[in-house]
């Protein structure tokens, strides 16, 4: 993985690790982090030996407390648009990854770091987290999937509330409206709570992991026919490697050794 400026990445026993390094400005989203966030998901997919993913942001205080208002403050129409076009670009290639993504979303995750957080495959909070598109503060409204995601995600009747308030959930709100999947006291707990989980994915057929992806997304995309890709996928995978082995080490009483071939 080449070194970035504002994400620090390691990769340890098939997890990369990803940190938006950020502290003083609250890991805020500038131009170049995203650029970054672009970089590290396209050598993702390509390599074979990063199996899952972890983001997370530095220190205690925030996961992302947003995109950079400092370069927003500065957008005219055009590169305003071409603004939003490259976060939903960014964040969709985050969503269609076909290793599992969970955040760590350790205290504020807000605009832009709320909309990074729900295009993760999954949340992990700490107790301290929150949530919210304050946007409406600024004059402006989420650009990066926020109106879409967050209203896919917890249906049309809170995301209202929260897009045009700009409230800050708590994680008892987030979990009751079904945003995260796990909340742990500490970033530490959250993160040996989101290996375990990548640990378990990462012992299944990866093909199969990947297919589920697409799948599930196609629930979302309107130009898509999800029973028609969940058929084409599924089909799919009767074709690969890992499927014999699988469905041969059932019948032999073993544990499978899966490829993702
Ligand atoms: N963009 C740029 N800088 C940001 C930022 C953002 N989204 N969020 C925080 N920062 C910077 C602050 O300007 C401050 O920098 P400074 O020390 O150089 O002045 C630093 O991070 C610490 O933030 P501060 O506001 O002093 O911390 P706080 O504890 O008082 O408040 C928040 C924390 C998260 C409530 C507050 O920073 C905030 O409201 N941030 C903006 C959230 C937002 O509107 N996000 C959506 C953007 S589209």
């Known amino acids: 993985m080449a070194e970035q400026k504002n994400i620090l990445s390691e990769t340890k026993d098939g997890i990369l690790y990803l940190t938006i390094n950020r502290e003083p400005k609250l890991n805020a989203l500038n131009f170049s982090t995203l650029e970054e966030l672009k970089n590290i998901f396209n050598e993702v997919n390509d390599n074979k030996a990063i199996r899952g993913v972890i983001i997370t942001g530095a220190g205690e205080k925030a996961f992302v407390a947003g995109a950079d208002i400092n370069e927003i403050s500065e957008l005219n129409e055009l590169n305003a648009r071409k603004f939003a076009e490259f976060g939903q670009e960014v964040f969709e290639i985050i969503e269609s990854c076909h290793k599992p993504v ?4 350790n205290g504020y995750a807000l605009g832009g ?23 409406v503060n600024l004059g402006i409204i989420p650009g990066y999937g926020g109106t879409q995601r967050l209203t896919h995600l917890i249906g049309r009747t809170k995301a209202t509330e929260i897009l045009m308030t700009g409230d800050m959930l708590d994680v008892d709100e987030a979990r009751t409206l079904g945003l995260l999947n796990h909340v742990e006291a500490t970033k530490d707990l959250a993160i040996a709570r989101a290996e375990e989980i990548l640990k378990k994915i990462m ?25 028609q890709i969940e058929a084409n996928s599924f089909a799919r995978c009767v074709k690969s490697e890992d499927y014999r082995e699988g469905t041969k080490a059932f019948l032999e009483k073993r544990k499978p050794n899966f490829k993702g071939e």
């Not at 969970?102 to 979303?105: K, L, R, S, T």
């Not at 295009?119 to 946007?135: D, L, S, V, W, Y």
């Open 102 to 105: 969970i955040a760590v979303v």
């Open 113 to 135: 770091g709320c909309e990074l957080a729900i295009a993760c495959h999954m949340r992990i909070a700490t107790a301290n987290a929150k949530f919210g598109q304050p946007e």
């Open 203 to 227: 012992s299944k057929a990866p093909l199969s992991i990947g297919m589920i992806v697409d799948c599930v997304n196609a629930v979302y995309a309107s130009d898509e026919n999800g029973y």
